[in-house]
């Protein structure tokens, strides 16, 4: 089993090994939280890198006020967000700026709807 403040203590103490159970216990929740936030592959894997430096760099400042996974998890939030900001001037690629004009149906969706009634009846 995971022993938080172990874990935290051996960090603290510059155990590698110890940040290392840490990263695998935690990539999976961090890798969560970012992907629900960012499209590009190469974005997620960067910004989970940085939640994790973040992670090492400040850990000395946890005082166990509440989850060592809620405090992660609010790291991988925030960092994803400053993300956003940073390159606010940046749209993701896949979005055609006039996203607006496209249309990515011929069907109408009245007919669609009178379709799926008819069929249910």
Same mark, same amino acid.
């Given at each position: 089993?995971?022993?938080?403040?172990?874990?935290? *203590?051996? +960090?603290?103490?510059?155990?590698?090994?110890?940040?290392?159970?840490?990263?695998?216990?935690?990539?999976?929740?961090?890798?969560?939280?970012?992907?629900?936030?960012?499209?590009?592959?190469?974005?997620?894997?960067?910004?989970?890198?940085?939640?994790?430096?973040?992670?090492?760099?400040?850990?000395?400042?946890?005082?166990?006020? *509440?989850?060592? *996974?809620?405090?992660?998890?609010? +790291?991988?939030?925030?960092?994803?967000?400053?993300?956003?900001?940073?390159?606010?001037?940046?749209?993701?690629?896949?979005?055609?700026?006039?996203?607006?004009?496209?249309?990515?149906?011929?069907?109408?969706?009245?007919?669609?709807? +009178?379709?799926?009634?008819?069929?249910?009846?």
């Amino acid at each position: 089993m995971f022993n938080e403040h172990e874990v935290v *203590s051996r +960090i603290l103490n510059k155990d590698l090994r110890a940040f290392e159970l840490l990263v695998k216990q935690y990539e999976k929740l961090v890798f969560f939280v970012i992907n629900r936030l960012v499209q590009d592959q190469q974005n997620k894997e960067d910004i989970c890198q940085e939640v994790f430096i973040k992670i090492h760099q400040n850990l000395h400042r946890f005082e166990f006020q *509440s989850k060592l *996974s809620t405090w992660i998890a609010r +790291i991988a939030y925030l960092t994803a967000v400053n993300y956003f900001k940073k390159n606010k001037n940046n749209p993701p690629a896949e979005y055609p700026e006039n996203i607006d004009n496209h249309h990515f149906t011929d069907k109408n969706p009245e007919q669609e709807l +009178i379709k799926k009634y008819r069929s249910l009846c």
